[in-house]
């Protein structure tokens, strides 16, 4: 992946892939199970299972759990981002809406 270019904004806009990601569908949908749709996680794990290596399944276990903590710990603390750091993903953080997830807690709403 590096030095390729991934359009991030398909997947806050829910599109069912994203071109230049292997596996895009199955990683958004494992995401999507994980996070918000736990009654869909066990076909969505069985779905990255077939796509995807033993070890690259546990590392993108491990990132999304990972993710998934970190980010409570900070919402859940009250942890503010850090001005250098605000100020140099401002343009990024406009873009996809991110900023909204801490007021509504979903894209788009």
């Known amino acids: ?3 390729n270019s991934v359009d991030l904004k398909a997947m806050i806009n829910g599109e069912p892939t994203v071109d230049g990601v292997p596996h895009s569908s199955e990683l958004l949908c494992f995401v999507d199970a994980v996070l ?5 996680l066990d076909s969505a794990r069985q779905a990255l299972r077939q796509v995807l290596t033993d070890a690259a399944f546990v590392d ?9 903590a970190v980010v409570k ?3 859940s603390t009250g942890i503010p981002l850090e001005d250098q750091k ?5 343009q990024l ?3 996809l809406q991110i900023d909204q997830l801490r007021d509504h807690g ?3 709403q």
């Open 73 to 75: 710990v900070a919402d």
């Open 86 to 90: 605000a100020e140099k993903t401002a």
């Open 1 to 3: 992946m590096k030095g």
């Open 60 to 68: 993108t276990c491990a990132t999304v759990a990972s993710f998934n």
């Open 93 to 95: 953080r406009a873009e």
């Open 36 to 40: 918000t749709s736990p009654e869909n």
């Open 106 to 108: 979903r894209f788009g």
